[in-house]
């Protein structure tokens, strides 16, 4: 896979230690529901497309070029399906990395699928019901796009409140949290 050129850069600076990037993933269906896969260089799995959002690169649009570049195929996205981290990974020259992958849901809008760059072995459209096999972290990206109903998925821990030290259990938000007191909007300047 090639290196973005910033990526090059931050390396030259931070050697082999733990970069935080941000990728963006398409899930792209056809007219058929099928979806468009690609077969990496680097592992030989199939994947969806996708890569990492070059500086000042809005995620959509990103997603939308990554996908043209490795497949040929031009999408339109839709809808934004998932927020997620990846495990931290360390390759094979020792560069550390851990991702956080925004996710969206595309339609076909034109293009042909083919081998677009050296980033694919293969490129082609899947039935949802004869999938190749695919990584975890694909599959549940795939399957939250497909069940996406407009608003993104993604994880939260959990907030924990630290009791106050003279009160037990849980400190109550502050009141400009408060669910009977709606949001102040910030005025602007008039023309």
Not at 83 to 99: G, I
Not at 123 to 138: C, K, N, Q, T
Request: proline share 9%; charged share 20%.
């Amino acid at each position: 896979m090639p290196t973005p050129p910033f990526v090059a850069e931050l390396r030259s600076l931070v050697g082999h230690r733990l970069l935080w990037l941000s990728t963006a993933t398409a899930v792209v269906l056809d007219n058929e529901g099928q979806v468009l896969l690609g077969r990496r260089t680097d592992t030989g799995g199939w994947a969806l497309p996708g890569g990492i959002i070059d500086p000042a690169e809005q995620p959509a649009d990103a997603a939308v070029r990554e996908c043209f570049e490795e497949t040929g195929v031009v999408a339109v996205p839709e809808a934004l399906t998932s927020v997620t981290v990846s495990q931290r990974k360390t390759y094979a020259n020792d560069d550390q990395v851990q991702y956080l992958e925004l996710t969206f849901r595309c339609r076909a809008a034109g293009g042909a699928a083919c081998v677009n760059d050296e980033e694919s072995l293969e490129v082609g459209w899947h039935a949802l019901d004869a999938l190749p096999e695919l990584d975890e972290g694909e599959l549940s990206l795939l399957t939250q796009a497909l069940q996406s109903n407009g608003g993104a998925a993604f994880s939260f821990a959990g907030l924990l409140l630290s009791p106050a030290p003279s009160a037990p259990g849980p400190r109550p938000a502050p009141s400009h949290l408060s669910a009977a007191t709606p949001p102040r909007r910030p005025s602007l300047p008039a023309r």
